[in-house]
């Protein structure tokens, strides 16, 4: 069975540090991978999806994911990360037997410090 | 309205009882799935609407769940004989129609609390 693997459970930064936030994903064949935030007291949203050509997808609020398919990753980053950026995320697959269900792994919450 | 309408934004119920959540899509959306999120946890699959059928009902964890969209747009996810370890967060989400790649639209959830 597919699975999404997040390793780091807690982040915590200072404003302006750079972010990369790691996501690894168990599925040989064909995948459309995705990034959702969920800020306090919000529901999920999404930042950016990668179904395919370019493997550097970019989001908004200037966050960027980059597909390595022969490392099965797809990790995010932020070159610059603010206040308002706290939040939970979560990465996410999505393989063409499955129609449109997603595999989440298990969320990163993000803490930046002002 | 806008996004993915849930009610009860919030319930409490006993142990044993019955509870219903109801999720209204956004409009014109054909594919409506139900997740269930633990503390700490991702949001884990039960099951997605393909119109009024259930297309994918694999992550339901037993019978006394059960999900009904009966005209294709609103569903109700029912929970017989609630435990304490169904307590969790229900979101409801939608996208435009199901397939790989589209996008999904999440609503702000039912919290539940069996006690």
């Known amino acids: 069975a597919q699975s999404v693997s997040q390793h780091n459970h807690h982040v915590i930064l200072s404003e302006a540090a750079s972010l990369e936030l790691g996501c690894n994903y168990s599925y040989g064949g064909t995948v459309n991978l995705f990034w959702y935030v969920q800020y306090p007291g919000q529901h999920l949203q999404l930042l950016l999806k990668y179904f395919s050509g370019d493997p550097l997808v970019k989001g908004i609020k200037g966050f960027e994911a980059e597909f390595i398919k022969s490392k099965f990753s797809f990790n995010l980053r932020k070159p610059s990360v603010q206040w308002s950026d706290t939040a939970e995320y979560f990465c996410a697959v999505n393989t063409y037997n499955q129609g449109g269900k997603l595999i989440f792994g298990q969320g990163t919450e993000l803490s930046v410090k002002p | 309205g806008a996004g993915v309408s849930q009610t009860p934004s919030n319930k409490v119920t006993e142990k044993g009882k019955y509870v219903e959540l109801r999720c209204d899509p956004i409009?014109?959306?054909?594919?409506l799935y139900w997740y269930r999120q633990s503390l700490g946890q991702g949001p884990e699959f039960l099951i997605y609407f393909q119109g009024t059928g259930a297309a994918d009902d694999s992550g339901l964890p037993n019978d006394r769940f059960f999900a009904v969209r009966p005209e294709g747009s609103v569903s109700t996810l029912k929970i017989q004989r609630t435990e304490r370890g169904d307590s969790a967060v229900y979101l409801c989400?939608?996208?435009?129609?199901?397939?790989?790649?589209?996008?999904?639209?999440f609503g702000e959830g039912s919290w539940l609390t069996v006690v």
């Open positions: 409009s014109g959306h054909t594919a």
């Open positions: 989400a939608s996208s435009p129609e199901t397939g790989p790649g589209n996008t999904i639209y």
